[in-house]
């Protein structure tokens, strides 16, 4: 039972030019989302979250949007630079469980 | 502030070997969350902490596998008779009591293959 699926294993967009991410989830209990952004042989490092009470949220480059009628969040980065390119994953978590479930990942890639 | 430090970073076992990993959280943090990854996975969710208390075990842990967090410092996790299913990155997480909603910050990971 995937709770949260990220249906696109990977992304490739140029240098500059706005990277969306796709993340849909189906439990409605979920009431906070995270970004995170991972390269090879490191841990998860946190990017941006939102809770279910906004609809978005902005971190410099970084821009979330959740829309709960549709059960689907996007990570948009604009612009989009070399040190972007990782696996981006998304999560989710309800207040009472206190534990993240994780989409599949999208690896991003920036071509110059 | 050094982050969430994990030991070791790769760990080779034979199988039915027994292995011990230590995760020190993030020093003002009293929530620690232990994850395991495979390849082309998210992260799944393990076991959690709340000081000492181990809070919730996912179904994923079997008999198997044991963690202690002893004066709510640093963690261990502990995988008796590996199987070579047991492969996997093991990611350790810690977070601050801020009400509900939080986000965890993650160590390394200490990357297991069992041979």
């Known amino acids: 039972d995937q709770q949260v699926k990220q249906n696109s294993p990977s992304l490739s967009v140029q240098e500059g030019r706005i990277s969306i991410l796709n993340c849909d989830y189906t439990n409605s209990m979920f009431d906070y989302f995270l970004w995170y952004k991972k390269y090879p042989a490191e841990g998860p490092t946190f990017l941006i979250s939102?809770?279910?009470?906004?609809d978005k949220n902005e971190d410099g480059r970084f821009t979330v949007f959740l829309n709960k009628s549709a059960k689907h969040l996007s990570l948009h980065i604009v612009p989009s630079q070399p040190g972007d390119s990782a696996v981006y994953f998304c999560?989710?978590?309800?207040?009472?469980?206190?534990?993240?479930?994780f989409g599949q990942g999208t690896r991003l890639t920036i071509n110059p | 502030d050094t982050g969430v430090s994990q030991d070791p970073r790769h760990k080779i076992t034979k199988r039915g070997q027994n292995v011990t990993f230590r995760c020190d959280p993030i020093s003002e943090h009293n929530r620690l969350y232990w994850y395991r990854q495979t390849l082309g996975q998210g992260p799944e969710f393990l076991t959690y902490f709340q000081n000492e208390a181990q809070l919730e075990k996912s179904r994923l842990l079997s008999d198997r596998f044991s963690a202690e967090r002893p004066k709510g410092s640093f963690s261990t996790l502990e995988i008796q008779r590996t199987e070579q299913g047991d492969s996997a990155m093991y990611l350790c997480?810690?977070?601050?009591?801020?009400?509900?909603?939080?986000?965890?910050?993650f160590g390394q990971g200490t990357r297991l293959t069992v041979v």
């Open positions: 939102i809770s279910s009470i906004k």
């Open positions: 997480a810690s977070s601050p009591y801020r009400g509900s909603n939080t986000e965890a910050f």
């Open positions: 999560a989710a978590s309800d207040g009472r469980a206190q534990k993240l479930v």
